[in-house]
């Protein structure tokens, strides 16, 4: 398969999503409802949020014998795309020296992905959709139809129905690939999630360079869970690669992660007088939260060992539990039947605790006393 179709940022991507918020959780409940089943599925969302990795979830799950083939929908001419999707014949065209199957042939009895399919020029669309409809293909300059049995999902971070009110897309293919549509939320609506998805790229970019893996401390943490990513799973995985790189010690820690370079869409806009302030990325109280959570889960629920991770009392931490419990707050990275989705990493020592961490610490402390 050529590289150009293929997603290179998902060999560095963890093997199945990470689903520890509901949000991800339901994601990953409709995909395991549908993965069994031949029904042409339609993965929605921004880019960068880890829809090509679902796709190879699904079919993972399908049982089907066949190959699992990706073609980038945007990645080529239109005059190469309707060869690289039904074949040609030997003689079709100017150079075409010898007989070509496709990608549908190519992933026969197995699943072909259409990774952006709203970039599909319209002529092809119209072609795309008879393959869908008959279940076969012709290839260019070929003489019959040849038979496909494949599984179809395809991607897109465009609102189709948009597109089809605005003539870009035809409706009928649109109702064609939207049979079981599933809608993957961004990186900022599933903060739960970071922690294990961070520690998982952490592991995999170190295995890529041949390094031990560093630990992720707290206050890093704690930065990570504030930052907007506009560029969602792919520029978590590209700022842990670099922080890794910059990494020399066992634990990345805040400096790594050079956040404050990462543009103007990390920096709060000024605020006139009497305006009302821009909302932040993470409420505070959401932040501790996510910290306690993920102190007990690297701590294996020892609370006095969480509580000397956080760089606070065992009181306070009782007290803040016992907040939650009335009022009916979950600790997601807590939860024991999550645990296996989270990579072993050793936590950042105590003593390597960072300014941030030891302000919420007397915060708390007061609140707790």
Known sequence: MSPALENPA??????????VSPAMREVLEAAR???????TALL??????????????????S????????VNCAALPAELLESELFGHERGAFTGAAERRAGRFEQAQRGTLLLDEVSELPLPLQAKLLRVLQEREVDRVGGQRPIPVDVRIIATSNRDLSQMVERGLFRADLYYRLNVFPIVLPPLRERREDLPALAEALVL???????????ALDLAALAALLTHPFPGNVRELRNLLERALVRCRGPVIGPAHLHLHRAGPVADLPAIAPGAEAPALPLHLGELERLAIGEALRRAGGNRTHAARLLGIGLRTLRNRLRTYREAGVALESADPAARHLWPVVLPAP????HAGERALARSSQKEGA
């Not at 409802?33 to 029904?39: L, W």
């Not at 921004?46 to 699904?58: P, Q, V, W, Y």
């Not at 105590?350 to 605790?353: G, T, Y």
Request: charged share 15%.
């Open 10 to 19: 998902a060999a560095l991507l963890p093997p199945e999503p990470v689903a």
């Open 204 to 214: 995999d970019a170190a295995a890529a360079l041949g390094r031990r893996p560093p």
């Open 350 to 353: 105590p003593h390597l605790a």
């Open 33 to 39: 409802d549908v993965a069994p089943t031949p029904t």
């Open 63 to 70: 049982q089907r014998p066949g190959a699992f083939v990706a």
């Open 44 to 61: 929605l969302g921004e880019s960068g949020t880890g829809k090509e990795l679902l796709a190879r979830f699904l079919h993972q799950h």
